[in-house]
């Protein structure tokens, strides 16, 4: 479940107890949008940022790590090409067609794809307003709100300082969800009614999401909550 301070500061921002929450992501990177169309919208950030430790982190892992671990491979080689009677046999080919190449794997469609819609204009200041790749999305009874921590922050759903960055009411928006989804690999989409429509995923908490998704799918078919 969430933090009691996250769920406290939930229940501020929004001025009442969210009927359910879930921290989640968008599920891949924002597509490049038409260059006018990023100009007039101020041109603002399309990938998220990090805290620094992060690239401290990146930084250890190629420059220390990496080499430790190459070095450790060629001294077992090198042992294994010592020992007598040691033949390498050649290594089978790989037959084409026998894996998916990177052409072949679609990257995941994250919106409807017009950037003068709803949902293509909240993509287009998604990272501007937090840099943070984390989203709360809470529901009430009447609206959707969706909230980050504006710092950038190692770990975003711990944080307690989370604003509000959109807010859609029960006319504006709807959640798209089914319940029972496999836990690491749910998905709920924020249909609005324009037509166009936002993917999320990468849901934190499984038992956050289960209920988000379970109460958002019984509110889609109408059930009271």
């Not at 990938?47 to 671990?69: A, E, K, Q, R, T």
């Amino acid at each position: 479940m969430a933090k009691r301070s996250v769920q406290r500061r939930a229940k501020k921002i929004l001025g009442e107890e969210p009927v359910a929450l879930v921290w989640c992501e968008i599920p891949g990177a924002i597509p490049k949008p038409p260059k006018d169309v990023h100009r007039a919208s101020g041109k603002g950030r399309l990938s998220p940022g990090h805290h620094w430790l992060f690239y401290v982190g990146v930084v250890l892992f190629f420059f220390v790590f990496i080499p430790m671990f190459l070095l450790d491979q060629l001294s077992k080689k090198i042992d294994r090409g010592l020992e007598p009677g040691n033949s390498r046999e050649p290594m089978p080919r790989r037959r084409a067609g026998t894996s998916a190449t990177a052409s072949d794997r679609r990257a995941p469609e994250i919106f409807d794809g017009d950037w003068y819609l709803t949902a293509g204009r909240l993509l287009l200041g998604w990272y501007g307003r937090s840099p943070n790749p984390k989203r709360l999305v809470s529901l009430t009874r009447d609206r959707i709100c969706v909230a980050a921590s504006p710092g950038r922050r190692l770990s975003p759903t711990k944080a307690a300082d989370f604003q509000l960055t959109a807010e859609f009411s029960a006319h504006e928006a709807h959640i798209e969800a089914e319940a029972g989804q496999p836990r690491g690999f749910a998905t709920f989409r924020l249909r609005f009614t324009d037509g166009s429509w936002l993917e999320l995923g990468r849901l934190a908490d499984p038992e956050d999401a289960d209920h988000f998704l379970d109460t958002a799918a019984r509110r889609g078919s109408g059930h009271a909550l």
